[in-house]
C-alpha cells in the first residue's frame, strides 16, 4: 500500500469521525448540552464546549479533507482526541458520577470501550502525523 | 487531488448521513418505575430522568429487557 493511499484512508478515517460525531451532537444539541453540563470537571465551561466542540471537530474535518493542510489536521486530531482520552481516564477515576457526552453510535460503547476506541484514533492521528512529515503535499 | 479530495469528501458524506440516519430512527420506549412510558436513547432516558450515581433500577426499555444501571 502506498504511502499516499495510506494517508488518504488515514484522513477519511478521521474526518468520519469527526464530521459523525459533531452532527450527532448538534442534532442532539439539548441532551448533549445536558451531559455537558451535569459532568463534574467542565460545568463550568459547558455553555462554551457545547459549541466549541462540534465546530472544531468540524473545521478540524474540513482541515483533514485537503493535503495542503493536512498535517494541521493531524495534529488537531491528535491533541482532541488524547484530550478527550485523559478526560475518560480522570472521569473514570475520580468521578462518582460519569455521564457521557459522546455522540451518535458512540453512546452506546461502554466508557473501557471508548477509551480503547479512542486510543485507536490516538495512534491512527500519530501515523498520520508521522507520514505526512515526510510526505511532500500534493499540489 | 482530486481522488484524495473525493476519498476524504464520500467519508464526510458518508458520516454526515449515517448521523442524520440515526437521529431519525425511531428512538426505544423506556418504562420509568413509576410505570409512566417515555421514549429516546438510553442515554437521553439518563440524563432527563434518572440523574445521580447508578446504584438502583431506573428504567427498563420495552423492547430488550435492558435496565439503565451503568455504575454501581
Known amino acids: 500500500m502506498s504511502r499516499k493511499l495510506l494517508l ?18 448538534l ?14 470537571f467542565i460545568t463550568l465551561y459547558a455553555p462554551v464546549i457545547v459549541w466549541a466542540l462540534p465546530i472544531g471537530e468540524i473545521i478540524i474535518a474540513g482541515f483533514l479533507l485537503y493535503p495542503r493542510t493536512r498535517l494541521i489536521g493531524f495534529y488537531l486530531s491528535f491533541f482532541l482526541l488524547s484530550l478527550f482520552t ?18 451518535g453510535v458512540l453512546q452506546h460503547l461502554s466508557w473501557n470501550a471508548h ?4 486510543i485507536v484514533f490516538v495512534i491512527l492521528s500519530t501515523i498520520g502525523v ?4 515526510r510526505h511532500t503535499p500534493a499540489q | 487531488m482530486k481522488k484524495t479530495l473525493s476519498l476524504a469528501f464520500f467519508a464526510a458524506l458518508c458520516a454526515a448521513g449515517s448521523a442524520f440516519a440515526g437521529k431519525m430512527k ?17 442515554t437521553t432516558v439518563k440524563i432527563l430522568y434518572c440523574p445521580g450515581p447508578n ?8 423492547d ?3 435496565t439503565i444501571i451503568r455504575k454501581t
Do not use: E, H
Request: glycine fraction near 4%.
Open chain 2, 55 to 62: 446504584n438502583v433500577q431506573c428504567a427498563v426499555s420495552l
Open chain 1, 86 to 103: 485523559f478526560y475518560l481516564v480522570a472521569m473514570l477515576r475520580l468521578s462518582y458520577f460519569i455521564p457521557c457526552s459522546c455522540g
Open chain 1, 130 to 133: 508521522l507520514m505526512q512529515d
Open chain 2, 64 to 66: 430488550g429487557n435492558v
Open chain 1, 115 to 118: 477509551i480503547v476506541f479512542n
Open chain 1, 27 to 40: 442534532l442532539d444539541y439539548d441532551t448533549f448540552r445536558r451531559q455537558l453540563g451535569q459532568s463534574p
Open chain 2, 26 to 42: 425511531a428512538d426505544t420506549q423506556w418504562m420509568l418505575n413509576d410505570d409512566t412510558i417515555v421514549t429516546g436513547t438510553s
Open chain 1, 8 to 25: 488518504d484512508i488515514l484522513s477519511a478515517l478521521l474526518v468520519f469521525l469527526f464530521v459523525y460525531t459533531s452532527i450527532s451532537k
